[in-house]
């Protein structure tokens, strides 16, 4: 391609609206732009970008007998109901009614719809295991679109679902999209590491995200050195620390009038903030429910959510329900007396003496609550893990570093089977529930991680499998005859060979033209300049700093070392 | 491909749902499956194809220089209004809000987009003429979707749309894109011809649609078969029919109590509807508009909406309104006297002398009526142009046949550079409006079009580039170890040589088999059955009655050949 022909919408200001190196980046390098809060338009070499990664996730789910379909994005709500999700999706579902007043959403998932399809087409244990996947633009109404390509109301995904027979079936199939996307993810030049999650909203037993290691990530992974475990925070459980035993002691009620935070208490009764009972009231669905952690601990809400068995609306309890239920002034709930829905008591709680509590009377705490005497409640893991804790596999320090997930697999059961009844029948004749699993990749997520992988100061550095272009040709000046006549041999023989590249014949200085490639990360530089008098050009590598001196006859060999390396044919 | 594996929703009832060929084919041969009306989801087969059509298009396109961009479908208000179409579009149009009240719509078209992108990338005549185009998803709240992929609320489309800095620019991006059209359909095998269209809602000068001749389409076409000229029915001007002229007579009243309808008046007087004014009253966004023509001939809607000057709500006035203007009771309107915002007459009425019309009095017709002594009015072209009636260019008697539009492109002059404020800067240092024109394919309509040209009593016959897959190889009994090892021998051959080929490995007797491939429209049929022992197979071709015994080596150089007929390169 012509470069002065294209649409290449480089920028040298870094725009004012990006946070992250993959945002700046793709703004600055014409990639994508912006069109209203988390919508964004693909540019030329955006898109080509896009179309390699999608390649990749399509060659790598067929290879495991994937079989791909495109669905809708408009969806009826009639499917959302019989899976119950239409009022539980919230206000993340864009919702919509046509011009008969029937409703719709923009589809945020497509366990619903893929579940309606297997349904009317699968009767017979014979026709499973099955996997159908699309590459497909979905829509959620995030409450805060950011970073770019990372958290978008509009975004392209592969979402697979895998059909089969019986929870070893399901295993397999599920097996097989985790090396599937070890596979991707290698083949997209990504540090990715497969991480144990929650499976949340989504139903089921079991699943994994797969997490880009980034200092941008909005995820918190927990990784073991020792053993090799990796979980998400959300999902690690942990593993309560015991403190001395002490002998029970007296409750006693203690006036703190000005006490309420943690930090305030601490200074008060001079003392660790481990030796407290901190208790939050969340208020679910209408329900309240209380949480007791250590006042040095964090909650989990993830957690505490599944233990309720989910909920569509859960925040921090509303000032009202909190003087509903603890009688008091907001700084003086505790344990003892509350009169929440329901009680969860973290573990180390259960394990801690004598600590200090709120009193539910405004202006007092109560020294010495134990569990068990003075309180009771359903006990459990409702706090996050922390760096530096023990590692709930193998005892060791753990690490929580930050993360990006491109890739989350799930194990769904037959939840979504039962609820819509998508059955098969089985060689003995029985009607049974088919079991599912769901597989996603966040195609443009993905492209974003690969940046923040794979960038430096000056710009893009794409691998070359990934990269818009993989060579670009630049004579010196354009003007000059032997140097566009030489360029354009040599982009012509290129093209020929099948190498995807560019000649940049615009009528700009060599600076800016290096300037634009470099960010913009094609793998490859042809310099056409003065020495093509003695038939010698500059070949120049993205990813390495030297540039090199190259007869013109040697410097095919040269690219073709290239694709050799990346394992990609060229003629 | 192993067909065991996959999923073939092949289907041997006509579903009740499908009225036209394509449709019902399309349902029958697993290609696709509804989800709601208007809605349809991609099964495999169906999406191969939809690709290989969506690949050509890709490339025609951007032999005429045109740059792949993908836009998102969810876009704000803001735009629209700019354009002034968010209340033009009607109800044609989805429309939703996001989390926090702000208005979206999803693009039913993608001018506004595009505008708005120009303007913000292009600065000088040095950066045009330029084509950018996509191949994404539209929506359009239909009121009667219907016939399958040929009229959906959600579709694929192809849309381009070019920027020049004139006329003489623009008439070049035009043409270029009017060539790639033909060059498309001439390798979608579709038998398709160019005709002059209305420009409609969309704004501009100048159009052509790209018809597909079919009995189930939806459009009109006017053809003279003597000079070639070609256009929608809506679109064709109509040369009046001059009648003998007669010397001026007196008005005359006649009471006609229950004399209503053309038919009752041309028993009531003796006459033909030749000799009748017949004056039909539309109510556009608020006025009233009569349109007087002669009684045989039928109104264009379209030509009296661009008269006025377009109009979003437009339709035959409602009855308070047609007594309000007329002053009686509704079948005795008529051009003298009458009270509405715009009178419009036909150019045949003009050349009508003393003919009969409504009196615009309950139960009373007027006799000897001529243009210009009793009324005035707007004169022009309003009415439909009939199958027999005088070519507009040659004279010629025309025709009229039924047409699918599958392409559809249109200058669009400065309509929305100007609203939108897209400029460049000119040699001259003067800003001036980009000229711009957009271009559009329906991707499944073009399916569907060439499933109605391409097809027979037992199902699909895929032209061979178009095929979801290019050939099936059938062992009669997978039971019998010599049929299936010699089938998966040439199986896997043919897809070393990069044959798209499937292997029916499925427990079926082979009339099952045959079937099925003859509703796919497999183009070629390779069956290994008992005269294997001889090395001997049977080759079949879907567009060719015979079967023929082929040896299993020369099966190979059989199954070039096609591909050389097609112009297609196979190793």
């Known amino acids: 391609m012509r470069m002065s022909r294209m649409i290449i919408p480089t920028l040298r200001e870094v725009p004012a609206e990006?946070?992250?190196?993959?945002?700046?980046l793709m703004l600055r390098a014409g990639m994508i732009r912006k069109l209203s809060s988390g919508i964004y338009n693909y540019m030329p070499f955006g898109l080509r970008t896009i179309k390699k990664i999608e390649d990749i996730v399509r060659e790598e789910i067929s290879n495991f007998g994937g079989q791909e379909i495109l669905c809708s994005a408009l969806l009826p709500s009639e499917l959302w109901k019989e899976s119950e999700r239409w009022d539980k999706m919230g206000s993340e579902m864009f919702r919509l009614n046509d011009r008969n007043e029937r409703e719709f959403c923009l589809g945020p998932t497509h366990e619903e719809v893929f579940?309606?399809?297997?349904?009317?087409?699968?009767?017979?244990?014979?026709?499973?295991?099955?996997?159908?996947?699309?590459?497909?633009?979905?829509?959620?109404?995030?409450?805060?679109?950011?970073?770019?390509?990372?958290?978008?109301?509009?975004?392209?995904?592969?979402?697979?679902y895998s059909f089969d027979v019986d929870e070893d079936g399901l295993n397999e199939s599920y097996n097989d999209m985790y090396q599937a996307y070890q596979n991707i993810f290698e083949r997209c030049s990504l540090d990715c590491s497969p991480v144990e999650a929650d499976s949340g909203a989504m139903g089921g037993s079991g699943s994994a995200e797969f997490m880009v290691k980034s200092e941008v990530g909005e995820d918190e992974v927990v990784f073991c050195k020792s053993c090799g475990y990796a979980a998400n925070v959300e999902k690690a459980p942990t593993v309560a620390e015991i403190l001395d035993k002490e002998e029970m002691k007296d409750l006693e009620e203690i006036e703190t009038p000005e006490v309420k935070t943690i930090g305030d208490l601490e200074k008060f009764f001079n003392t660790s903030a481990k030796k407290f009972g901190k208790t939050l009231i969340y208020y679910a669905d209408g329900k309240s429910v209380a949480v007791v952690i250590r006042g040095d601990r964090e909650a989990n809400e993830v957690?505490?959510?599944?233990a309720i068995g989910g909920a569509v609306d859960f925040e921090l309890a509303p000032l009202h329900i909190i003087k509903e239920v603890t009688g008091a002034e907001v700084g003086f709930a505790g344990p003892i007396g509350i009169k929440t829905d329901v009680v969860l008591v973290d573990l180390e709680i259960v394990e801690l003496s004598n600590f200090i509590t709120g009193a539910n009377k405004t202006g007092y705490h109560i020294a010495n609550a134990n569990y068990g005497r003075d309180f009771e409640g359903v006990v459990g893991d409702f706090r996050k893990i922390e760096n530096g804790e023990q590692c709930p596999k193998c005892g060791e320090e753990i690490e929580i570093a930050r993360g990006v997930e491109v890739g989350h697999i799930f194990k769904l059961g037959t939840k979504y089977s039962e609820s819509m009844g998508a059955n098969y029948i089985d060689k003995d004749g029985k009607e049974k529930p088919i079991l599912m699993g769901c597989y996603g990749i966040g195609i443009g997520r993905t492209m974003a991680a690969i940046i923040?992988?794979?960038?430096?100061?000056?710009?893009?550095?794409?691998?070359?499998?990934?990269?818009?272009?993989?060579?670009?040709?630049?004579?010196?000046?354009?003007?000059?005859?032997?140097?566009?006549?030489?360029?354009?041999?040599?982009?012509?023989?290129?093209?020929?060979?099948?190498?995807?590249?560019?000649?940049?014949?615009?009528?700009?200085?060599?600076?800016?033209?290096?300037?634009?490639?470099?960010?913009?990360?094609?793998?490859?530089?042809?310099?056409?300049?003065?020495?093509?008098?003695?038939?010698?050009?500059?070949?120049?590598?993205?990813?390495?700093?030297?540039?090199?001196?190259v007869s013109v006859e040697d410097v095919y060999d040269k690219i073709r070392d290239e694709y050799k390396k990346a394992n990609m044919f060229i003629k």
């Open 18 to 24: 990006a946070e992250i190196p993959s945002h700046k």
């Open 115 to 160: 579940t309606d399809l297997v349904r009317s087409e699968i009767k017979s244990y014979k026709q499973l295991p099955m996997n159908l996947f699309q590459i497909q633009t979905k829509y959620r109404d995030e409450r805060r679109p950011r970073f770019g390509l990372m958290r978008c109301k509009e975004f392209i995904m592969k979402d697979a």
């Open 303 to 306: 957690k505490i959510k599944n």
């Open 452 to 549: 923040e992988q794979h960038h430096d100061e000056d710009g893009i550095k794409w691998p070359l499998a990934l990269a818009p272009y993989e060579a670009v040709v630049v004579p010196v000046n354009v003007k000059k005859e032997e140097h566009m006549n030489a360029a354009e041999e040599i982009y012509n023989k290129l093209k020929e060979m099948g190498v995807e590249v560019l000649l940049d014949d615009r009528n700009e200085r060599a600076g800016v033209k290096f300037k634009d490639s470099e960010l913009i990360g094609i793998p490859m530089r042809i310099t056409v300049g003065k020495n093509i008098t003695d038939g010698m050009i500059e070949f120049k590598l993205r990813n390495q700093p030297e540039k090199e001196l």
